[in-house]
């Protein structure tokens, strides 16, 4: 009992702490899009919507995320922000998002022993190449 208790303990304390995590006054007003949403659109071969389309579900807390990475993209077309073709079903947009995220936030890609900044600086660097 006392290792359950313990855990329970560290889990809560870590909650607590990212509770207050605060943003700039610039970001107040946004919204987070789970990555585990974004995988279940890709699944689905949704794609990506508006900000105002998308379900509550879609949306999650930062004070409750491990990590928040803020991603922000042009839109390719003038009504649509992905293009889905033969080769991206779900969306290329989507799916070029999806891997380097996946790489870095999956089970396989935590365990590569790079370090969390290295890890984000790739991202980016995949994300806007």
Same mark, same amino acid.
């Given at each position: 009992y006392f290792? +359950?208790?313990?855990? &329970?303990?560290?889990y809560a304390q870590i909650l607590w702490v990212r509770?207050?995590?605060?943003?700039?006054?610039?970001?107040?007003?946004?919204k987070f899009v789970t990555l585990e949403y974004l995988r279940r659109i890709a699944a689905s071969g949704e794609g990506i919507k508006r900000c105002q389309d998308l379900p509550p579900d879609a949306?999650?807390?930062?004070?409750? +995320?491990?990590?928040? &990475?803020?991603?922000s993209h042009r839109?390719?077309?003038?009504?649509?922000?992905?293009?889905?073709?033969?080769l991206f079903p779900e969306g290329?947009?989507?799916?070029?998002?999806?891997?380097?995220?996946?790489?870095?936030?999956?089970?396989?890609?935590?365990?590569?022993?790079?370090?969390?900044?290295s890890r984000i600086q790739r991202i980016a660097m995949a994300l806007t190449g």
């Open positions: 290792l +359950a208790a313990m855990a &329970i303990f560290a509770r207050g995590r605060r943003f700039p006054p610039g970001l107040a007003g946004c949306f999650g807390h930062p004070q409750k +995320a491990r990590f928040v &990475i803020s991603i839109w390719l077309e003038h009504y649509t922000c992905d293009i889905k073709n033969e290329m947009r989507l799916r070029t998002m999806l891997s380097a995220l996946d790489e870095y936030f999956s089970i396989r890609g935590l365990g590569k022993g790079q370090g969390f900044k």
